[in-house]
């Protein structure tokens, strides 16, 4: 049975740091796309990063402050979030692709993703 688990979420002041991370059991995610998503109440799922062999992907909105990465060894993948907003305040999802092959670009429609985490709640203060 596959489980991602976030931690990392927490209450910041705007400017401020967090490093979200997501351990995933049941099966090795090493060769596969892992990703970010985010929302807020009334509102769409929304792509932040993703990561896989061909590189690293992020949304506009978060180029430059957020990064991905991940440890295959751990089945592990992080969210480092630098620089926050207020308007980064969400809950956050890790997510999985179930394929064992990467595509380029990665995927960025929740649709693409067949594994999800509980989510984290991330609060950015003003």
């Known amino acids: 049975q596959v489980q991602l688990v976030e931690s990392g979420g927490g209450l910041v002041q705007a400017g401020g740091s967090l490093r979200l991370s997501c351990a995933a059991s049941?099966?090795?995610?090493?060769?596969?796309?892992m990703g970010w998503f985010r929302q807020n109440p009334g509102k769409e799922r929304e792509f932040v990063a993703a990561i896989n062999w061909g590189g690293t992907y992020y949304a506009d909105s978060v180029k430059g402050r957020f990064t991905i990465s991940r440890d295959n060894a751990k089945n592990t993948v992080y969210l480092q979030m630098n620089s926050l907003k207020p308007e980064d305040a969400a809950v956050y999802y890790c997510?999985?692709?179930?394929?064992?092959?990467?595509?380029?670009?990665?995927?960025?429609?929740?649709?693409?993703?067949?594994?999800w985490g509980q989510g984290t709640q991330v609060t950015v203060s003003s």
């Open positions: 049941g099966r090795t995610f090493s060769t596969s796309t």
């Open positions: 997510s999985a692709d179930a394929s064992f092959y990467s595509t380029w670009p990665a995927p960025q429609k929740p649709n693409d993703y067949n594994y």
